[in-house]
């Protein structure tokens, strides 16, 4: 990423960082606000092509998961440039401050919903990092804000497009923690009591959109943690997000969220108990689960599922320097609260994420 900064001049000045940081995602964790000033994107009537492709998908397609009522994307290049100026006017400013915050009954909060535009082709990477700098040189947009978004862009794409012409297309079937359940029904719509996943879910099938926190935290990090096979992970992601392109979907699920490379792309599993989804979201609140509980009947599954996952891989990361804290606390738990956790855990993945015999 700053090779790329200095070889672009994206927020550079000389051979320093402008502002004297790489990185501002200190800045950059700030939990869901009370109010959201932004409108959302721009939702774009379908034209007469659009109708008559809508319809094609509807009778070949009708039982696919999905649906069609809504469809509100872009599919030219004017529109796409548009929904890029609404950004930069409308949301830029306070994408930095809530990139990783989620609300309920928000499905956009700050983000640009650019990648679909990007990735088809109706947009460029650098024109959208174009205006983006501009937005700060001209006072519009915090500096947290630009470098993050410019980060995802010129960092983050670019690195998951390496990763995947690095390894090949092989690398989709990587597995280094040999997990095997298959995906669960709550994936295309089935009922569960987490609130969390039944909303992100239910804004994937109606807009084929979530943001990297909804795809890392809650729908990666609950399959990570239950164990389900990363191929059929990466199945799934594949097929319900409009920006979802082999090359850039394929080392983020593989990779960052599910872990099955091994370390390739990150030193450690993105995996969380539903602490950080409670701090960075309005979800918990609602949900019949209480992520305050640890065990019981209403304790929240994220919790079961972290500790049963540590345990489960124990051999693989005790030793992770970036780990081994969680492991101390563990040892540190009186047994009987551990021998319940766990025991708890087996049964919720028996109950909810069963295997099969096939």
């Avoid at 007469?48 to 999905?66: K, N, S, Y």
């Avoid at 390894?167 to 987490?194: A, C, F, I, T």
């Amino acid at each position: 990423y700053r090779e790329m900064r200095k070889s672009t001049g994206y927020l550079m000045e000389g051979e320093k960082p402008t502002g004297g940081q790489w990185n501002y995602d200190h800045d950059n964790r700030k939990a869901a606000p009370k109010d959201v000033t932004h409108p959302g994107p721009i939702p774009f009537t379908p034209d007469e092509i659009t109708r008559d492709v809508i319809a094609l998908v509807q009778a070949r397609f009708d039982t696919h998961f999905g649906t069609l009522q809504h469809f509100e994307y872009a599919v030219t290049r004017a529109n796409a440039l548009r929904a890029l100026d609404h950004f930069i006017a409308h949301a830029l400013p306070r994408f930095g401050d809530y990139q990783d915050a989620m609300l309920r009954d928000n499905r956009y909060l700050y983000h640009s919903v650019l990648s679909p535009y990007i990735n088809i082709g109706l947009l460029s990477p650098k024109e959208v990092c174009d205006v983006a700098e501009q937005a700060f040189k001209d006072g519009h947009a915090p500096i947290n804000a630009v470098e993050g978004f410019i980060r995802q862009i010129l960092g983050w794409r670019e690195f998951m497009r390496g990763i995947y012409f690095l390894k090949g297309r092989d690398y989709v079937q990587s597995n280094y923690l040999e997990h095997d359940r298959p995906l669960p029904d709550v994936y295309w719509g089935g009922d569960s009591k987490m609130l969390c996943m039944t909303k992100a879910v239910e804004q994937t099938r109606e807009t084929a959109y979530a943001h990297h926190i909804q795809r890392l935290m809650v729908t990666g990090n609950y399959a990570l943690l239950a164990g389900v096979d990363p191929h059929q992970v990466h199945e799934w992601y594949l097929g319900v997000y409009a920006d979802a392109f082999e090359w850039v979907e394929a080392p983020n699920t593989i990779g960052m969220s599910q872990f099955a490379d091994g370390g390739v792309v990150g030193s450690k599993p993105y995996v969380s108990s539903g602490a950080y989804i409670n701090r960075m979201s309005d979800y918990c609140k609602s949900c019949a689960y209480k992520v305050t509980s640890k065990k019981g009947a209403d304790a929240c599954p994220f919790n079961l599922l972290y500790w049963h996952f540590l345990m489960r891989h124990r051999n693989r990361f005790a030793n992770n320097p970036r780990m081994a804290q969680m492991y101390r606390i563990w040892d540190r738990m009186d047994p009987d609260h551990r021998a319940t956790v766990l025991a708890e855990a087996d049964a919720y993945l028996e109950a909810e994420v069963p295997r099969t015999d096939h």
